[in-house]
């Protein structure tokens, strides 16, 4: 996998802020675990990395407020319990980053892993249009169903992740230059192309604009792309995502459609080949981004309906495979340091029975069911190897530190 070389360091960087954060950083490190051990022969389409950081709010395209997985970038076909094993052992290592007692991590972890158990017994006797349609629906209903604590918070996190739209990324992100808006330089988090690459260069890019929208647009539901059409592009920048993300190229493009006021802003991210591949196969699809789209068209109840993708030489020059996203879509993520052991349990538990859904939708639910039964001897032994999971990280986060220290790996934090 290829990255940005001045980019790499600040990826280190972040994983060592914490266990939890190195975990968020080694999904390959575990896919590679995952394999060596034995498998149910039980098939679903995976997220690929199902760590409790990449569940979160977003607007459906009906502007209801869900609670679902929110990135895709390793997704691919293979076995249901790898993205079950990966929520559970985020669970382990948040508890224990959280500073939790024995007792209290094991009751997070075994309440999700008992939550995704009881949920797929349940969509294992529903229909399959009822099945395909279940949302985790934020609203009314639900905050009614939990305690006037818990109905609070939710409420709170709601009322973030509908300010999170593009009139909100526009004041973050752009300042207005002699009267025209422009993307705001913040090297090296967020550099606009004209600063990244010299003017001749940046010039060429922004005349091959129009034929890099067209191509994206092709990979819209035809109904889509009427909307598509009624934007322009009007600055383009380099930015720094996330975590494990961090080195690929990903880029955040400014649209206007009717005027400064209607503004669009988009991700446009690179995909590479899943850290799963090694292990399970290469993809059906020849471009990654395309994978990266179908996977989550697949596992998310309700998506972005401006996904999409395309492959193209980016403005420096690389080529690659790139997914486009709005970049904030009444998105929003719990912040997972502040949760106390009850909160934990609970979120883990929404976790639990949101991944259940989405394996009930491309997998065979009914076996899945049948598998786990309706005893809780999967939970325990899910619990076990989320335990020793995380007493595993603990020792990989060690050797990243003690990488660093030595000089042999360059971090900056």
Not at 210 to 238: M, W
Not at 275 to 298: D, F, I, T
Not at 325 to 351: H, I, P
Request: glycine letters at 8%.
């Amino acid at each position: 996998m290829s990255r940005i070389p001045e980019l790499v360091p600040i990826r280190y960087g972040r994983m060592l802020a914490s266990p939890l954060a190195f975990f968020r950083g080694a999904a390959l490190i575990m896919a590679s675990d995952l394999a060596a051990g034995p498998r149910t022969g039980l098939q679903a389409q995976l997220c690929g990395d199902t760590h409790l950081c990449n569940f979160g709010l977003f607007g459906t395209s009906e502007r209801n407020l869900v609670f679902d997985i929110n990135d895709f970038d390793e997704t691919l076909p293979g076995p249901w319990e790898w993205d079950v094993k990966r929520l559970a052992s985020s669970l382990a290592v948040a508890a224990r980053t959280n500073g939790f007692t024995p007792d209290d991590r094991e009751q997070v972890v075994r309440s999700s892993m008992k939550a995704y158990r009881k949920r797929m017994r349940t969509l294992a006797m529903m229909g399959e249009l009822d099945v395909w349609y279940a949302q985790a629906r934020v609203d009314a209903a639900l905050q009614a169903s939990v305690s006037p604590k818990e109905a609070k918070e939710i409420q709170h996190t709601a009322d973030k992740a509908r300010s999170h739209d593009s009139t909100q990324a526009l004041t973050k992100l752009t300042r207005v230059v002699d009267g025209r808006r422009q993307l705001v330089s913040d090297p090296p988090l967020q550099v606009p192309v004209d600063e990244y690459v010299s003017e001749a260069e940046a010039r060429i890019y922004e005349l091959r604009t129009g034929a890099l929208i067209d191509a994206y647009r092709k990979s819209l539901n035809v109904n889509v792309q009427v909307l598509a059409h009624r934007f322009r592009c009007a600055g383009t920048a380099r930015k720094v995502v996330g975590v494990g993300s961090v080195g690929l190229r990903t880029w955040v493009v400014l649209a206007l459609g009717r005027d400064d006021d209607d503004p669009l802003v988009m991700q446009v991210k690179e995909a590479q080949p899943s850290v799963l591949e090694p292990y399970l196969g290469p993809s059906a699809y020849p471009n990654a981004a395309q994978r990266v789209v179908v996977g989550q068209r697949e596992i998310q109840a309700s998506g972005d309906i401006l996904l999409g993708w395309l492959r193209t030489v980016g403005p420096d020059g690389h080529l690659g495979d790139y997914y486009v996203r709005q970049l904030r879509d009444w998105k929003e993520s719990a912040t997972v340091e502040a949760m106390d052991s009850k909160m934990l349990t609970d979120y883990g538990r929404a976790c639990g029975e949101v991944l259940a859904g989405a394996h009930a939708r491309t997998g065979d639910r009914i076996a899945i069911a049948g598998y786990l039964g309706s005893g809780d001897a999967a939970d325990t032994a899910l619990t076990r190897f989320a335990e020793a999971y995380a007493e595993q990280n603990e020792r990989d986060y060690a050797a990243l530190r003690e990488a660093v220290r030595s000089g042999r790996v360059a971090a900056e934090q």
